[in-house]
Structure formats: C-alpha cells, structure tokens
C-alpha cells in the first residue's frame, strides 16, 4: 500500500493530518523550515516525529561529501524515525554510499529529476528516491514519468530503494503516482485537503440529514 507523507514543516498541519488516521511520515527542508517560522531544526523536527512516529525527512545544507556526512550523523542521532535527505550531485552520492552502509543510514535522496539519477541514488543505498514532479510538470517536462521508470527500474533490477513521488500540486498528481506505482507520495496539506473534499459528497450528506429530519416530523 503506498503511503501518504505530508511535505512541511508545520506543526498544526501535522497534528490535524495525523488526526485523520492515514498519515504516514512527514518530509521538511529549510525552505519549509522557514515557512514555518523555525529555525531550530532538531527541535521541530523531533516536534514532528512525536506526533507522526513515523519517517520524517530533514535535509542537510552542505554541498561537500564530508560536511554532507558530518551532519548526517548528527540528524540521524535524533530519533530512529528520522531519515537525512541528501541531494543527488556527485557529492551526494558520495555521502549517500558512506552514510547508507551505517546501522541507522537512513537516506531519502532528494531533489531527483531524472530516471537515471534515481537509479544512481539506488545503487548509493539510498532509502528513498524523490521525483520531483512538480517542478519538472512546471518546465514542460512529464514529471510523473520519471516516476514510473524509476517504480520500473527498482523492479526489473531489485532495489529495496522505494519510489517517493514529490513536488506533489494536486490531487491528479497524487492519483497519477499511485496508478505508476509510487510507494510513497508526499503532498503539501492543501492538496491533502483536496483529496478528500467533493461536492457531491457534501450534498448527500446534507440530503441524508434533510431526509431523516423529515423523518423524525422536524
């Protein structure tokens, strides 16, 4: 079953996701970081996790392999559910290799645009592989379609690496990435919010109601 990760950095969008009961994990960056006002990354980040207790994502800030690896090692301190998101460069890929072959290497290569840099990811022992959708859609590129190639890839080849659909702007991308088989999909909490709303649900709620008022000689 793919699971549903929200993409942010918020503690209340969190708590009211996590109430619904089909929530999963969480991805942040500093982007999302600073949307939310914080820039102490442990404490929000461990603010998360006590809410989700499942993987949440937090992204490093050097561009080298060592400094990549040095801060690993401190995010991946912080709780077994925490995952360290490493870009896909050449010194990504480096740091993903050393950090992969640890006991709590847990890895989500992030900010993938291509098949083969999903596939390179994999071979570095990466946990997770982000396709960024969005971004490439916003380009003129076929997003979702990197998606399914890596989901093939991973398959005809054997990678435990799982595919995470990312850079998610609507519920059409969410149903695209479960049709292609993504096993996970991460999304903003409005497109969450989307998925769940429809006005021919609304109506019959409101008719049943109307309905069993009447019912009841109201």
């Not at 982000?130 to 979702?144: E, H, K, T």
């Amino acid at each position: 079953m793919a699971q549903i990760f929200l993409d942010t950095a918020s503690i209340d969008e969190v708590r009211e996701a996590a109430a619904w009961g089909i929530l999963d994990g969480v991805t942040t960056n500093p982007t999302l970081m600073m949307r939310a006002g914080t820039a102490d990354l442990k404490e929000n980040t461990l603010a998360i996790v006590s809410i989700v207790q499942g993987p949440v994502s937090a992204e490093v800030l050097s561009t080298d392999a060592a400094g990549m690896i040095e801060e690993a090692r401190e995010i991946l301190s912080w709780s077994e559910h925490v995952f360290v998101k490493i870009p896909v460069t050449v010194e990504g890929l480096k740091a993903m290799k050393e950090i992969s072959a640890w006991p709590n290497g847990r890895v989500n290569a992030t900010l993938i645009f291509s098949a083969n840099q999903a596939y390179l990811a994999a071979k570095a022992g990466a946990t997770y592989a982000s396709v960024f959708v969005g971004r490439m859609d916003d380009a003129g590129l076929d997003g979702m379609e990197v998606v399914a190639q890596a989901r093939e890839i991973f398959d005809n080849y054997g990678f435990d690496c799982q595919v995470l659909a990312a850079s998610i702007r609507h519920p059409a991308h969410v149903l695209d990435a479960l049709l292609v088989g993504a096993d996970i999909i991460t999304m903003p909490f409005g497109v969450l919010q989307k998925m769940i709303r429809s006005p021919f649900t609304d109506a019959g709620v409101e008719k049943f109601l109307q309905d069993w008022e009447r019912a009841q000689g109201k």
